[in-house]
Each structure stands twice: as C-alpha cells, then as structure tokens.
C-alpha cells in the first residue's frame, strides 16, 4: 500500500495511476461498459504556496484529498494525486454526463473549504478512437480549458 500511495494526500500516487488506467480500460473494453477520466489542478495554488509556505501549501493538499475521498464513490472511483498540484479521478462505468456531478462536487467543495484556492476540472469520457495516452490528453486539455476560461470550472470534452 505504501509504494502505490501518496504520502501527503493519501490518494494513489501518479505511478499507480497508470497501471490503474490501463487496468480500468482493459475492463471497459471487455464489459462494454464507459469510464470516464477528471484531471485537475488548484488555481492560485503557486502563489498560495510562495505567499503562506510549503508547510500550508501542503495542509491544502492534504485537504483536496481528503474531499476528493469524499466526493468519490467509495471502492468504485479511484483518486490520484497526478503531481504537485494535480489530481486525477478514474470514473468507472461513469458516462460523462454521470461523471460530472461529482466533478461539481469536488469543484464546489474545494471553493467552500478556501478563501483563495479554487479548482480547474476537465472531465472526458472515453472514446473508441482513443488510446491511453489520447484519453489522458483529452481531460488535460479539457483542464487547461477551464483553466483559461478563468478557472473554477468543470469543462468537460463532450464528443
């Protein structure tokens, strides 16, 4: 348990991630089922972290995974602390349109536990044409999205 989990978070860490993606994928193409993908990352988290210290910097951290525990579905979902600042979601059997309820309850819950952190959330369902790597870069570029679009959002790449 401790080679696979995040010391700060107590989420998977992002090493786990991938073997656990891979694993997800490998099932949903055998059940024929959806799986959905959510990355995302703090705004304001880089400047938080110059201005209060590491040592804050970190109780915030601790913090989002600890809500994004909460906001999962429990031995369904698996959260990630993807690195420094971002995290991941693997959404089992989730359409997009299912997934993004709880993309908006950890965007939400993040905005009222913070007075100066907010989150950037981008939610994709997987698609025949993707491999892996096109299935992680679809929800990274939904998250840079919502992150221009002036953060605090759930964008989702709705094919």
């Known amino acids: 348990r401790l080679i696979i989990t995040d010391d700060l978070t107590s989420l998977y860490n992002y090493r786990h991630f ?13 059940q ?3 799986l959905s993908l959510l990355l995302f990352d703090l705004d304001n988290f880089k400047r938080y972290n110059d201005l209060k210290g590491h040592f804050e910097g970190d109780k915030v951290l601790r913090k989002v995974g600890e809500i994004v525990n909460r ?18 979601v693997i959404l089992v ?3 997009v349109d299912q997934a993004l309820p709880i993309a908006e309850r950890i965007r939400a819950s993040i905005e009222g536990t913070f007075q100066e952190i907010t989150v950037s959330l ?3 369902e997987f ?6 790597e096109r299935f992680v870069k679809s929800a990274d570029e939904a998250m840079y999205t919502a992150k221009n679009a002036g953060g605090n959002r759930v964008y989702t790449n709705k094919i």
């Open 18 to 30: 991938f073997k656990t993606l891979e694993a997800e994928l490998t099932r949903m193409k055998r």
């Open 32 to 34: 024929k089922t959806f």
């Open 71 to 88: 906001s999962i579905r429990f031995n369904v979902d698996s959260g990630f602390r993807y690195g420094g600042d971002e995290f991941a």
């Open 93 to 95: 059997g989730a359409t």
């Open 122 to 124: 981008g939610l994709t």
């Open 127 to 132: 698609q025949d044409h993707f491999d892996l």
